[in-house]
């Protein structure tokens, strides 16, 4: 960790209020960490813009018993296998699977990943988590 640095920021009382009642329902401890988090969070999101190497993780929940649907599944994950880092397959009940799935590359590939998992016929949910590799944050 980096030295810290103490700076005033001056801001309307109205929006100062409104950001503390925020803050103190999402159990942040101070306000520097919560300041902290927001420019992490735009620097993450400028990373996904900008095109360098992102991380991130997908979710995808569907019904094993769907004939093909798992074979399609594996197969988008062979043609990507240079961006899955790893993969975590939970059977939540009888019929429905969660499977998470690790990536780490551009984020045109990552997104294009994303959303071929998310779009193949069976699958109920799918959502990529964007974060960061931690190298530039
Ligand atoms: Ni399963």
Redesign the pocket.
Known sequence: MSKLVRFGVSLEKELLVKFDRDISQKDYPTRSKAIGDLIRESFVKKEWIGGSEVAGAITLVYN?HRRELVNKLTDIQHDFGAFIISSQ???LDHDN?LEIVVVKGKPKDVEKLAQKLKATKGVKHSSLTMTTTGKKV
Do not use: G, I, T
């Open positions: 094993h397959h939970v059977h699977c």
